[in-house]
T-cell receptor
Framework: GQNIDQPTEMTATEGAIVQINCTYQ??????LFWYQQHAGEAPTFLSY??LDGLEEKGRFSSFLSRSKGYSYLLLKELQMKDSASYLC??????????WGAGTKLIIKP | ETGVTQTPRHLVMGMTNKKSLKCEQH?????MYWYKQSAKKPLELMFV???????ENNSVPSRFSPECPNSSHLFLHLHTLQPEDSALYLC??????????????FGPGTRLTVT
């Protein structure tokens, strides 16, 4: 079967750095997405990786290792507004998105 | 209106009721999706429409019936639902191309409670 694993919940301090990991086992691979979802709101797109390496976008970076079936989302200079759930999703060989259950990130002052 | 809109935002219905959820996208995309989101579970893809044609139906019970009259509008018709159908129903759209990435844009969702 297809599976996406990410931690259920993480806690970090304002101003710090946090890394949210995602491992996947899917039928083929056509890209990995990270989305942010604030409570009661729609998921919003953060990043996309299809080749190995690091993609940086402001305070957020996403890394991919296809050989390891592994990605992480790195958030720097954490702000209170970063408190949200972070969803990892992989597009499989049929171009369908397989979603993880999300990581709830709690930021403390 | 911009982006993806959904109505209603909240819906409470009895198990014998019939209701419809509406989604509209203003992004010129050619694919639309219905997802079910339950607490602490992955997003469950229910239906996919590509160029108004249904291309995916992930073993969804027949009490959920989608309709896509054009590439901008998507409906989810509900009838004789069960309490376990209570969830957040999200609509999304994307521009499907043969190459490149095409992230999905989500609407705010309809919070459905079945009593």
């Amino acid at each position: 079967g297809q599976n996406i694993d990410q931690p259920t919940e993480m806690t970090a301090t304002e101003g710090a750095i946090v890394q949210i990991n995602c491992t996947y086992q899917t039928s083929g691979f056509n890209g990995l997405f990270w989305y942010q979802q604030h409570a009661g709101e729609a998921p919003t797109f953060l990043s996309y990786n299809v080749l190995d390496g690091l993609e940086e976008k402001g305070r957020f970076s996403s890394f991919l290792s296809r050989s390891k079936g592994y990605s992480y989302l790195l958030l720097k200079e954490l702000q209170m507004k970063d408190s949200a759930s972070y969803l990892c999703a992989v597009r499989d060989s049929n171009y369908q998105l397989i979603w993880g259950a999300g990581t709830k990130l709690i930021i403390k002052p | 209106e911009t982006g993806v809109t959904q109505t209603p935002r909240h819906l409470v219905m009895g198990m014998t009721n019939k209701k419809s959820l509406k989604c509209e996208q203003h992004l010129g995309h050619n694919a639309m999706y219905w997802y079910k989101q339950s607490a602490k579970k992955p997003l469950e893809l229910m239906f996919v429409y590509n160029f108004k044609e249904q291309t995916e139906n992930n073993s969804v019970p027949s009490r959920f019936s989608p309709e896509c009259p054009n590439s901008s509008h998507l409906f989810l018709h509900l009838h004789t639902l069960q309490p376990e159908d209570s969830a957040l129903y999200l609509c999304a759209s994307s521009q499907e191309e043969t190459s490149g990435h095409y992230e999905q844009y989500f609407g705010p969702g309809t919070r459905l409670t079945v009593t």
